[in-house]
Structure formats: C-alpha cells, structure tokens
C-alpha cells in the first residue's frame, strides 16, 4: 500500500492503533514525546524522523492521538505545527477525545487551509485498541469519511459517520456521560439490593434480565465476584480508569454550560468521580465507584 502516514501520540491507545497500520502494511512514521514509546513501534516495522513536521511534510494522512483539546489546537495551529507543514491533499484524522468545541475551531482552520480534517474519536480501550476493534465516531464530510475508510478500517470493526465536524467528540461525550451515570446507578442498586442481603450475582443476573439492564451491569459488573472477566474481579486494575472518566465527564460539563443545557445527573456523576479520585482512586478502573457506596470488597 502507498499511503504514506504518519501518527502522532503513540501512548496506551496511539502505539497499539499506529502498529495495526503498520501490521495492515502502511507506511507509518510514528511521533511522540517518549522516545521508548517510537522505538516500539520501529521494532515492528515502523519508520520516524526526528523532525515530526518534516515528516508530516510527506505524509498523505496524518493521525493525531494525544491527551486533550489543549495537545490537540498547539500540534495543528501552531506556528510550525500540522496544518503549516502538511502538502495540499493530506488527509487529517484526530483520533483524541476533546471538546467538540474544540474539534469544530481545529477542523476550521484546516478548512480555511483547503485540508479535510475529520474528528474521530474512539471507544474500546487499550483491549480494543490492540485488538484493531474499536468503535470510531466521525464528524466530517462524506468524502473525508470514504477516504479514511482504509485507515480507520485497520484500527476499528464499527466505523460511524455521526455528522459534520465536531459530531463525533460530540457522540463520544454523550456515550461516556451516560456510561459513567449508569455506573454509578448500577453500583447503587446492587449496594441495596446487598444491604438487604442479596447475592450480588443472584441480584445481577435478575435485572439483567429485566428492566433495568444495561452493559455495565450485564458487561462490566463493578461487584466483585459477580462475574470473573470485570476488572471489578481482579482488583479493578485494568480497564478505564476514574481519572480518564473524569475528563470526559469534565467535557460534558462544559460542554452542558457552553450548549446551555441540564445534565443534572452528569454533573452529579463528574463530582462522585472528582471526591473517588481524589480519595486515590483516579489510576483504578471506573467501576471501583461501587467502593465508595459501601464497604470495599
Ligand atoms: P496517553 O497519555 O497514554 O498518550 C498520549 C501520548 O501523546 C503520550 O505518549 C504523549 O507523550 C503524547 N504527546 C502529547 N503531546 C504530544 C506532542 N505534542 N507530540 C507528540 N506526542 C505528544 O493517552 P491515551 O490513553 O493513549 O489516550 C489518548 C486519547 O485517547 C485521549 O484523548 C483519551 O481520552 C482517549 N481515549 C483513551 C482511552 C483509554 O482507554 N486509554 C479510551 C478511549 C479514548
């Protein structure tokens, strides 16, 4: 295959994700701070430069995965930064979760520019990420989503179109606000049901089969002992961790405040993950707020 890229934050998500491009046969020169992180990805095939934007000078993708909206606006408007450095035509896919707000002013700027720019943040995880399964949710136009198709189809088994630039942090926010609310209710309904000296899993098993079902219950149980493969069974290591749903409840907030709209039990949520971190949970996987509704397991 000819499509030269280049991929730019190869950490927990962007290393796994940059060496399915590379296993698939592309061309990728790989990109970060960490020096160790590049090495990982030459040692399977991949290629880097050490001026990132001369590479992104050839690159007919670029694919960006970094922390935050902040990362995100400073690599592609500044002053040597993407949109400065890349050739006419290449195509511009920011993977990271920002602010749809953010993602709208970036995609603007590389259309001022005449680049496609799509946002495509994902859902899956580092499991998801290695495994090349992830969900992608795209904000941009028709063609710019055809002609990542080869790409993201490498990374990913369920690719969406959301809508224009911005849809697909905005789908994202959404999706994660309401998995961190359900979370927390979930956990809420199996610390009464235990209170009342239920069998967590007898619990579980009942309401997944009625009305109140849902993936972190049927998937994900945050009890311990309910169900072997949940990172709630293994000390709740692994997984999603507090802190990375704090920043995307964080987003949510604001996002809710710049929208003018009421997420009372999201902005509930995004404080009960605040007080959870900051009682030294935040590296834990998310489900271990069912700790703080009871007596840990
Ligand atoms: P990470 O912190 O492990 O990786 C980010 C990488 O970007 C780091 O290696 C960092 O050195 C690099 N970086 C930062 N600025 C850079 C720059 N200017 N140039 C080059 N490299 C730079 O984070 P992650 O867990 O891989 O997450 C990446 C994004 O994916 C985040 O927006 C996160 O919210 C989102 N996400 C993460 C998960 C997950 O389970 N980890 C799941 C879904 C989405």
Not at 15 to 28: D, E
Not at 190 to 210: C, Q, W
Request: charged letters at 15%; aromatic letters at 6%; a neutral charge.
């Amino acid at each position: 295959m000819s499509a030269n890229i280049v991929f730019i934050g190869l950490g927990n998500m962007g290393l796994p994700m940059a060496q399915n491009l590379v296993k698939a046969g592309f061309s990728v020169s790989g990109h970060d701070l960490v020096k160790a992180s590049v090495d990982k990805l030459v040692e399977v095939g991949g290629k880097t430069e050490a001026d990132s934007m001369a590479a992104v000078a050839k690159a007919d993708v670029v694919i960006t995965m970094l922390p935050a909206s902040r990362h995100v606006e400073s690599l592609y408007l500044g002053e040597a930064g993407v949109l400065a450095s890349a050739k006419p035509g290449t195509l511009l896919i920011d993977c990271s979760t920002i602010a749809p707000e953010a993602a709208r002013k970036v995609a603007a700027a590389a259309k001022a520019r005449g680049f496609e720019m799509l946002d495509a943040p994902v859902s899956g995880g580092t499991n998801g990420a290695t495994a090349g399964t992830l969900t992608f949710m795209v904000g941009g136009s028709k063609e710019a989503f055809e002609a990542a198709q080869p790409y993201l189809q490498k990374m990913g088994k369920a690719i969406y179109h959301a809508g224009e630039s911005g849809s697909g942090q905005t789908v994202k926010v959404c999706n994660n606000m309401l998995l961190g609310i359900l979370m927390i209710g979930t956990s809420e309904a199996i610390r009464l049901g235990m209170a009342n000296g239920m069998d967590p899993k007898v619990l579980s098993e009942i309401m997944s089969k009625s009305s109140g079902r849902n993936w972190t219950l049927e998937v994900y149980n945050p009890c311990p002992g309910v169900m072997e493969t949940a990172p709630a069974s293994k000390g709740y290591a692994g997984g999603f961790g507090v802190d990375l749903m704090l920043k995307d409840l964080g987003l949510a907030v604001e996002n809710a405040l710049a929208t003018n709209c009421a997420i009372p039990l999201g902005a509930t949520a995004r404080n009960l993950y605040d007080i959870h971190s900051m009682n030294g949970a935040g590296k834990l996987d998310f489900s271990s707020i069912f700790n703080m509704l009871g007596k840990a397991q």
